[in-house]
């Protein structure tokens, strides 16, 4: 496969993101002008899950930590977010101690990139409430070290998705009452974005696995290439919730949570699958500049 063909996407949408002008309307109540945000934050994965049954009939279960980096582009009709970032952990199943030493590692590489669009008819009488739909990228790079099994020690999968995006906001701007909290305007935005990819790339190591693990037989071999698939034989599935609360220097915090699902239905080479729940606080630094 060509490497460039995987990037024709992120092109497409940067190239959105700067026509996103010729969509924005003429009035706006909460965001006029666009502002542009650099995120560093830190993040936890309380629980995160692995299976390959190419590599192995257990399921890996763990936690982790890491940190995320990201730039956000948004205002009242429009949004481009490209973030990313890394965490490391550890993994444990249910033979840890025993046949399994347990001296099982992970670290999880994700990327997600989404340009959205206002829907103008959508929450048209609802104060403060919008409805964005548009097109994302979801990549999700999965590496294993499992050194109880020393002739297949190390593992991974490379997941890329592209297809829709939908997201729910609403802005709440709680005026000053003079007490402790309010002694100023609090402004916040509430979020939920999903994303669905409809096609996509992935890519798992070379093997020699088992089909069938009672008898020891058959072994079946996995290539380690990029392969191309439409959902079915890939599937990935993105959730976020998020929480910005707006400062008055025109930085800001987001708290997000983060449900993120994919699976390689690869048929005879074995399926494999993954899920993660991810919590992140990340500052927001305004780089928007004068307009």
């Given at each position: 496969?060509?490497?460039?063909?995987?990037?024709?996407?992120?092109?497409?949408?940067?190239?959105?993101?700067?026509?996103?002008?010729?969509?924005?309307?003429?009035?706006?109540?909460?965001?006029?002008?666009?502002?542009?945000?650099?995120?560093?934050?830190?993040?936890?994965?309380?629980?995160?899950?692995?299976?390959?049954?190419?590599?192995?009939?257990?399921?890996?279960?763990?936690?982790?930590?890491?940190?995320?980096?990201?730039?956000?582009?948004?205002?009242?009709?429009?949004?481009?977010?490209?973030?990313?970032?890394?965490?490391?952990?550890?993994?444990?199943?249910?033979l840890s101690g025993t046949?399994?030493?347990?001296?099982?590692?992970?670290?999880?590489?994700?990327?997600?990139?989404?340009?959205?669009?206002?829907?103008?008819?959508?929450?048209?009488?609802?104060?403060?409430?919008?409805?964005?739909?548009?097109?994302?990228?979801?990549?999700?790079?999965?590496?294993?070290?499992?050194?109880?099994?020393?002739?297949?020690?190390?593992?991974?999968?490379?997941?890329?998705?592209?297809?829709?995006?939908?997201?729910?906001?609403?802005?709440?701007?709680?005026?000053?009452?003079?007490?402790?909290?309010?002694?100023?305007?609090?402004?916040?935005?509430?979020?939920?974005?999903?994303?669905?990819?409809?096609?996509?790339?992935?890519?798992?190591?070379?093997?020699?696995?088992i089909s069938d693990f009672?008898?020891?037989?058959?072994?079946?071999?996995?290539?380690?290439?990029?392969?191309?698939?439409?959902?079915?034989?890939?599937?990935?599935?993105?959730?976020?919730?998020?929480?910005?609360?707006?400062?008055?220097?025109?930085?800001?915090?987001?708290?997000?949570?983060?449900?993120?699902?994919?699976?390689?239905?690869?048929?005879?080479?074995?399926?494999?699958?993954?899920?993660?729940?991810?919590?992140?606080?990340?500052f927001m630094f305004n780089?928007?500049?004068?307009?």
């Amino acid at each position: 496969m060509n490497k460039l063909s995987g990037f024709w996407p992120i092109i497409l949408l940067l190239f959105l993101t700067c026509s996103s002008n010729l969509f924005a309307q003429e009035e706006s109540t909460t965001r006029p002008k666009k502002t542009h945000y650099i995120l560093l934050g830190v993040n936890t994965n309380p629980s995160t899950t692995s299976k390959d049954q190419a590599f192995s009939p257990l399921t890996y279960k763990g936690f982790g930590i890491g940190g995320t980096t990201g730039y956000l582009a948004t205002s009242d009709d429009f949004e481009f977010l490209m973030d990313g970032g890394f965490d490391l952990g550890r993994m444990f199943t249910d033979l840890s101690g025993t046949t399994d030493t347990g001296g099982n590692i992970f670290y999880y590489v994700p990327v997600h990139i989404h340009a959205l669009w206002k829907v103008n008819p959508v929450f048209k009488n609802t104060d403060n409430a919008f409805l964005k739909v548009g097109g994302a990228i979801d990549f999700s790079g999965n590496y294993r070290g499992n050194f109880s099994y020393t002739n297949s020690a190390l593992n991974f999968e490379y997941v890329s998705g592209y297809g829709i995006s939908g997201q729910l906001g609403w802005d709440v701007s709680l005026k000053q009452n003079g007490k402790f909290f309010r002694k100023r305007d609090r402004d916040m935005t509430f979020q939920w974005t999903i994303s669905l990819p409809l096609f996509g790339t992935y890519m798992r190591p070379s093997y020699n696995t088992i089909s069938d693990f009672t008898t020891g037989a058959n072994f079946i071999s996995g290539g380690g290439k990029h392969e191309f698939a439409f959902i079915g034989e890939l599937v990935q599935f993105d959730s976020r919730l998020d929480f910005y609360y707006h400062l008055h220097n025109k930085n800001a915090f987001r708290l997000q949570y983060e449900w993120k699902y994919w699976a390689v239905n690869e048929g005879s080479s074995g399926n494999t699958q993954g899920a993660y729940h991810r919590l992140g606080l990340a500052f927001m630094f305004n780089v928007t500049g004068k307009k």
